[in-house]
């Protein structure tokens, strides 16, 4: 158990849907950082938080947004789902908000759409 | 814009024989080089951190170099064990301006180590 715990593990859902899904960062870290793993590619970063900030945005699709509560819990929500969004999407961990520190990484949610 | 290519794509070993994953970089500003491993449907798991000034660290019997001026990175297994058959991800971390960090990752190099 890395202390990065999101869910859903798995999730299947049809074109046109909307999902949310959740991530609960280790004890004491205050950023929360999405990643998009589809088949045989490396993750893309999406979005990161920091302490209920948004920090830093990557490839995120406009249908894709995300929150972080005051209890440092982030969700991912992906909206108007499309078959090419099925994919792992991993949520990582840190205590700061750059420099060198140490990521987590969640199991993942492995989200199918059909 | 910021890449990480990493090489061979997939690599055969007998348990026992060392190995060594290669990965260049073309990230700016860069902060760090991180060496992950991923089991099959698993989040990664760090193995290695370095900084640019940093020229090598090691992590049991995997050992990671860091040469900043030629933006190349190697991660040697030595030993290697059925267990260490998995995706090593070569990532490249940059500071945003305005705040913020950003992980390039490579595709990685999926190892399979067979008896």
């Known amino acids: 158990d890395s202390g990065v715990t999101q869910t859903p593990k798995h999730l299947i859902t049809a074109t046109g849907q909307r999902v949310t899904l959740r991530c609960s960062p280790r004890?004491?870290?205050?950023?929360v950082y999405w990643y998009q793993q589809s088949l045989d590619q490396g993750l893309q970063f999406l979005i990161q938080?920091?302490?209920?900030?948004?920090?830093a945005k990557g490839n995120i699709l406009e249908r894709f947004s995300a929150q972080q509560f005051p209890d440092l819990h982030s969700e991912l929500n992906l909206s108007s789902l499309e078959l090419g969004d099925s994919a792992l999407y991993f949520c990582a961990s840190s205590p700061r908000d750059r420099g060198i520190g140490t990521y987590t990484f969640g199991s993942g949610t492995r989200l199918t759409v059909v | 814009k910021n890449q990480v290519e990493q090489s061979p794509q997939s690599l055969i070993i007998l348990e026992g024989k060392n190995c060594t994953l290669q990965c260049n970089y073309t990230v700016s500003p860069f902060s760090n080089l991180r060496w992950y491993k991923q089991d099959t449907g698993r989040g990664p798991v760090s193995l290695t951190i370095?900084?640019?000034?940093?020229n090598t660290k090691s992590n049991g019997r995997y050992t990671a170099t860091l040469d900043a001026d030629t933006k190349q990175s190697s991660l040697h297994i030595t030993a290697s064990q059925l267990s260490d058959s998995a995706s090593y991800i070569c990532v490249a971390e940059g500071g945003l301006t305005g705040g913020g960090n950003k992980l390039t990752f490579g595709t990685g190099t999926q190892l399979k180590v067979e008896l």
């Open positions: 004890s004491g870290d205050l950023s």
């Open positions: 938080y920091y302490n209920g900030e948004e920090r």
């Open positions: 370095m900084t640019f000034s940093e």
